[in-house]
């Protein structure tokens, strides 16, 4: 089993609902909790029907916050007991032997609430004897270590949700990756990071997934981290995927393409047009692939690379030692997404689409389309007999010919 949970601060950004879509996409996970949707159920149906989770459950926002929704697959059978606007509990594979119990649960961000969050928990305890998990955001703390910077958090708030998970028989799962899972994203001395997010099971469960790890993943459009509740295995897969060089749309937004594009038209000492116009094309070509290597760089990689960087320097403290730094990456990236966007919309060639009107998916599915619907499969002799022959016997279309508008 693999579990996504995410307090995601809001899905009305259409590219905080991109990342989840790619988040999902990647770790394939059979059931995801969020939190803090704030949202309409409309919103949270669009979004599962993009990652092929159609089996859902809403808790509606209140006025213009909150908001939780369970999304799990067609093969995972999932049965919610009751809800609130603190937490949705569910029985797995109801009414077999080896059934257990999940529940997504959200802390009272107000302090002065928060005794409420643990009645709750002790109530939710009362009610099974299945093996239990709990996974979410608690918005409270274990231990001093778990918060770094700022005030110290009172001894007594840590104490009562220590008494609440023994009360409860919940233990701490632990965690891989990064120690906090929440970060204020201010400057200098102000700067704060606090694990907020964890999963509490029983002993029962426990042992029935020993193999189940945490893990803390990265996310860019919110200040909480994700939660992925999955077997080591699960966590490690990942998908490879190439593609061919071709004349990218979002060159043309870098002043110094048009520059590589003039210099590398020059005269040609070729005195047949066709041959003269074949090599200006080669020669541009060229001039292209070596520019992008050396000067506009790989969008996707470099996207990767800035993400990590700022991973590293927000974990470093880098709000506090360097925070023009951590803004810089930050507006980079804002760049970089747009071009990733105009990358996919090129590839899509859904010319009709304003630029901004944020659908990756869509754009994605266009492209596999048209690659389906380009794929030669052979060719054909005047007879009628078919030759099959590989897609790598024919020359590509940059081969061919390269057009400059």
Same mark, same amino acid.
């Given at each position: 089993?693999?579990?996504?949970?995410?307090?995601?601060?809001?899905?009305?950004?259409?590219?905080?609902?991109?990342?989840?879509?790619?988040?999902?996409?990647?770790?394939?996970?059979?059931?995801?909790?969020?939190?803090?949707?704030?949202?309409?159920?409309?919103?949270?149906?669009?979004?599962?029907?993009?990652?092929?989770?159609?089996?859902?459950?809403?808790?509606?926002?209140?006025?213009?916050?909150?908001?939780?929704?369970?999304?799990?697959?067609?093969?995972?059978?999932?049965?919610?007991?009751?809800?609130?606007?603190?937490?949705?509990?569910?029985?797995?594979?109801?009414?077999?032997?080896?059934?257990?119990?999940?529940?997504?649960?959200?802390?009272?961000?107000?302090?002065?609430?928060?005794?409420?969050?643990?009645?709750?928990?002790?109530?939710?305890?009362?009610?099974?004897?299945?093996?239990?998990?709990?996974?979410?955001?608690?918005?409270?703390?274990?231990?001093?270590?778990?918060?770094?910077?700022?005030?110290?958090?009172?001894?007594?708030?840590?104490?009562?949700?220590?008494?609440?998970?023994?009360?409860?028989?919940?233990?701490?799962?632990?965690?891989?990756?990064?120690?906090?899972?929440?970060?204020?994203?201010?400057?200098?001395?102000?700067?704060?990071?606090?694990?907020?997010?964890?999963?509490?099971?029983?002993?029962?469960?426990?042992?029935?997934?020993?193999? !189940? @790890?945490?893990? =803390?993943?990265? +996310?860019?459009?919110?200040?909480?981290?994700?939660?992925? /509740?999955?077997? &080591?295995? %699960?966590?490690?897969?990942?998908?490879?995927?190439?593609?061919?060089?071709?004349?990218?749309?979002?060159?043309?937004?870098?002043?110094?393409?048009?520059?590589?594009?003039?210099?590398?038209?020059?005269?040609?000492?070729?005195?047949?047009?066709?041959?003269?116009?074949?090599?200006?094309?080669?020669?541009?070509?060229?001039?292209?692939?070596?520019?992008?290597?050396?000067?506009?760089?790989?969008?996707?990689?470099?996207?990767?690379?800035?993400?990590?960087?700022?991973?590293?320097?927000?974990?470093?403290?880098?709000?506090?030692?360097?925070?023009?730094?951590?803004?810089?990456?930050?507006?980079?990236?804002?760049?970089?997404?747009?071009?990733?966007?105009?990358?996919?919309?090129?590839?899509?060639?859904?010319?009709?689409?304003?630029?901004?009107?944020?659908? !990756? @998916?869509?754009? =994605?599915?266009? +492209?596999?389309?048209?690659?389906?619907?380009?794929?030669? /499969?052979?060719? &054909?002799? %005047?007879?009628?007999?078919?030759?099959?022959?590989?897609?790598?016997?024919?020359?590509?279309?940059?081969?061919?010919?390269?057009?400059?508008?």
């Amino acid at each position: 089993m693999s579990c996504l949970s995410w307090n995601c601060r809001g899905l009305g950004n259409p590219q905080t609902e991109d990342e989840l879509v790619a988040m999902i996409g990647n770790k394939d996970p059979k059931m995801v909790f969020l939190m803090e949707t704030k949202s309409e159920r409309s919103t949270i149906e669009r979004i599962g029907r993009k990652v092929q989770l159609t089996n859902i459950f809403v808790v509606p926002r209140v006025n213009n916050g909150g908001g939780l929704a369970l999304l799990w697959k067609t093969d995972f059978q999932v049965d919610v007991q009751s809800s609130s606007d603190r937490h949705i509990d569910a029985i797995i594979d109801h009414g077999v032997d080896d059934a257990w119990r999940f529940t997504g649960f959200y802390g009272d961000p107000d302090n002065a609430s928060r005794e409420n969050s643990w009645s709750l928990l002790r109530t939710l305890s009362s009610r099974f004897t299945l093996p239990w998990i709990c996974l979410g955001g608690f918005n409270e703390i274990l231990l001093a270590e778990e918060k770094q910077g700022w005030l110290d958090r009172p001894e007594r708030q840590m104490q009562s949700f220590r008494d609440a998970l023994d009360f409860c028989r919940l233990k701490d799962l632990g965690y891989s990756g990064f120690p906090f899972t929440w970060c204020n994203r201010r400057s200098r001395v102000h700067n704060v990071w606090v694990r907020l997010d964890r999963g509490v099971a029983t002993v029962d469960w426990m042992l029935r997934f020993p193999s !189940t @790890r945490v893990h =803390h993943l990265e +996310a860019y459009h919110s200040d909480h981290k994700p939660l992925l /509740l999955c077997t &080591e295995s %699960e966590f490690k897969r990942f998908y490879c995927k190439g593609r061919p060089f071709r004349f990218e749309a979002m060159w043309i937004k870098e002043g110094s393409c048009e520059k590589v594009i003039r210099e590398s038209w020059g005269d040609s000492s070729e005195v047949h047009l066709v041959t003269r116009f074949n090599k200006k094309i080669l020669t541009c070509q060229e001039s292209l692939k070596e520019w992008n290597r050396n000067t506009f760089g790989h969008v996707r990689n470099t996207l990767k690379r800035k993400l990590k960087e700022l991973q590293s320097v927000e974990e470093s403290g880098g709000y506090m030692t360097s925070p023009n730094r951590v803004f810089n990456l930050r507006k980079d990236i804002d760049k970089l997404k747009r071009k990733e966007e105009c990358m996919w919309k090129q590839r899509a060639r859904t010319a009709w689409l304003k630029e901004g009107d944020l659908n !990756t @998916r869509y754009f =994605h599915c266009r +492209a596999s389309q048209r690659n389906k619907r380009n794929f030669i /499969l052979g060719l &054909e002799n %005047e007879a009628g007999s078919l030759k099959v022959i590989s897609r790598t016997c024919l020359p590509h279309p940059n081969q061919m010919g390269l057009m400059l508008f």
